[in-house]
């Protein structure tokens, strides 16, 4: 460019920024802010906080992190991070700890864009609200003044992932981490033991990754399957995956739950370990026709045990007899314990057939010494004594409802899928509780009513729009029970997902809707309000390229 050139440019930029400061008068509406999940309170005000000008960050150590991430977020969403110098316009980010931990003020004005937040998380959040703003100005590098206060409605919210059924690599765990991050959500529930495959490995018991990890073959089509593609499928994490994933959520202030799941879809373990069954001397059973044939083989030649490799439920599960499957379970839950940080520790609970422990006799013993009168109080007597040792390491169980049967275990958190039932009666007892209802929070359910137009999925119907209705705290309960629900959470099980691509349809946008249930105000959601603001959010899946589901914004209303 020459010199001449470069001159004239100067002073027309010059000329332009001195006469026409339209920035300053510019007139901002809610539409400047549409944000997913929805800000307690929005105050717009006129002219803009200038993103192609010089900056400088303010900020403390503690928020090292989170000034990195805004400066990643600036460098995605405008293909380059604003020039950095000590006397630019000033973007400031702040910690008050007179604030709610997850409670944030978030401010721009023409002369500073400034962050408050009642900790490193609240910031982190008031960032996500950021980039959805950053997007929706259509590349002016700008925010609009304004101001925003913002906090949760509830303290859980929670996502959950099977990657028993399906195995997601450390690559795409991380990048599930980063779409909760956007979402504001702070729990990822990892249910990481299935029947067809255990995920986690165990250095004491190596072969329950070793050979619980993998899968001869899979069922094909929907269950119980048209036949078997007889191709050896699975994965695992090292214990150093594990740390990575762990330390990548804790920066993007999401806690994670793992879920070691018992008595039931344990056949992982049991055929890498059939010493845990009630009759490890009996074959695991596949649905009619569509066993594997290495497994068919395997079985011909003594290894009975098999990794399930069609999906259901099935009645080969941990014995509750026995003292050997406890010291096991205790075992693997001291280097699970070890692992993640999370105060609560997931033993599933859900769907565990009672037939073996009615035939076993270990088991039948055990009932007689401890005088229980069925099987229901069995698993009652097995998730107690795992809460009592979990306790007994200062951490808290979380089961599904089903652990409601036969007497719940003293402290326990109670998921409530099958409806809210089981959620109603543990709040009633006053048991904590998190929402999570097949009708409402199962993303592995269809997206839309003709389901022949849609990829494979397990059935039901759950549109967006029916997430959005969700409410976790029913009008059964009174105000004082109702402050037992923690919170709201969204289950993505694995049988028809078996790519991240397809995850993500299933995930997005029915997230952006349990997202909005468990943050916002129940009084400050409204659909068609939602339906709009939602198109914003989707200007940051595309920037990300996630893959998402559209038929929400091909309804009217949305445009
Ligand atoms: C569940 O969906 N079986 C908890
Ligand atoms: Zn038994």
Known sequence: MSSLLRLTLVFLFLFVSCNSPKYLERMNEETDYYIVPKPKKLIPANGAFLLNQPVTFNFPDELRQEAEFLRKYLYEDFGETPDEKS???????QVNEKMGAESYILESTPESLSIEGGSPQAVFYALQSLRQIILKQNGDRLIPAGR??????????GMHLDVGRHFFNTEEVKQYLDILALHKINTFHWHLTEDQGWRIEIKKYPELTKTGGFRNGTIVG???GTSNDNERYGGFYTQEDVKEIVTYAAKRHIRIIPEIEMPGHSQAAIAAYPFLSCFPEEKTTVPEGMMSSSS???QENGRIKIVQESWGVYSDVYCAGKEETFEFLENVLDEVMELFPSEYIHIGGDECPKDNWKRCPECQKRMTQLNLENEHE??????QRMEKYINSKGKKIIGWDEILEGGLAPNATVMSW?????GIEAAEQSHEVIMSPTGYCYFDYYQAENSEKEPLA???????EKVYSYHPQPEELTQSQQQNILGPQANLWTEYIDNFDKLQYMLLPRLAAISEVGWTNRDDRKWLDFQKRLSAL??????QNYRYATHVFEQPEAH
């Open 418 to 422: 099958r409806g809210e039932a089981g």
């Open 378 to 383: 069995l698993q009652s007597y097995f998730i």
């Open 296 to 298: 068919k083989e395997q």
């Open 222 to 224: 929907h269950f119980p």
């Open 148 to 157: 925003i206060e913002d906090q949760p409605r509830f303290t859980y919210r």
């Open 458 to 464: 397990i059935g039901g119907y759950l549109p967006v």
């Open 87 to 93: 006397d630019g316009s000033l973007v400031l980010l």
């Open 538 to 543: 989707r200007k940051v899946y595309d920037r």
